[in-house]
């Protein structure tokens, strides 16, 4: 099977823009969670979809959203870019629907780097 | 924020030796995994552990998990210079229908050929 794609995999964007990622999961998982990771903060928890829903959020501003299609892929979005907001983000895709099924596979990452 | 916390924070050791990485976490939890990570890539996964297992062997991997002290260890046997990456650990926690990883802030590890 194929792993975890994330596109693109470099970005640079200035201040005040938007961006969006795009995640595509390994076939057959439904659940895709992605993470910011930067030196300072490490790695952290934005949020999860299953089945085209938000399950879960992490700590994160209202600038930074995320959905889910039919196909599970998934794309986040992140407005007014910040200079805090030059990050690697990691998807992540896992078949969990219960307990045993919790394995997440990360994808590459999309560096974006904010000017 | 963060959940498991790894120990040490840096590792540097001889083709050859034994690597071994600890984590503490502050809350219950379903599972714990360790993941490594190559210079700022994607993390792989390599094992894990539930929270009603006390060990468990992959290859060249060995993982504990003590839930009374709330700490795990990932100890590599026979290092080599291709295990030179960052090694996270993960608290895996369940409630209302999700699952969340916390991971801690990495023990990177460098093994000298």
């Known amino acids: 099977k194929a792993g975890v794609t994330q596109t693109p995999r470099y970005l640079i964007k200035t201040r005040g823009q938007q961006v969006t990622l795009s995640c595509s999961p390994i076939s057959g998982h439904r659940s895709v969670s992605w993470y910011q990771q930067t030196p300072g903060q490490g790695l ?71 000017l | 924020s963060q959940q498991g916390e790894e120990d040490p924070q840096a590792l540097s050791i001889q083709e050859g030796e034994n690597a071994t990485m600890n984590c503490s ?30 060990e468990k062997h992959s290859g060249r991997l060995r993982v504990t998990l003590d839930t009374s002290k709330k700490s795990s260890s990932l100890l590599i046997t026979a290092s080599r210079a291709a295990d030179t990456a960052s090694y996270f650990c993960a608290t895996g926690t369940s409630g209302a229908g999700s699952y969340q990883l916390t991971f801690g802030k990495g023990t990177k590890l460098s093994v000298i050929p």
């Open chain 1, 44 to 114: 952290q928890f934005l949020f999860e979809y299953f089945s085209e829903t938000q399950r879960n959020k992490g700590n994160f501003p209202g600038r930074f959203s995320g959905r889910q299609f039919s196909n599970s892929r998934s794309e986040m979005n992140v407005s007014t870019l910040e200079l805090g907001d030059s990050a690697l983000y990691l998807c992540a895709s896992s078949l969990y629907t219960a307990p045993g099924q919790e394995t997440q596979y990360f994808g590459p990452g999309t560096r974006l780097l904010v």
């Open chain 2, 25 to 54: 976490y502050k809350t219950s939890i379903n599972n714990l995994q360790w993941y490594r990570q190559n210079s700022g890539r994607g993390l792989v996964h390599l094992i894990l552990i539930r929270s009603n297992e006390r």
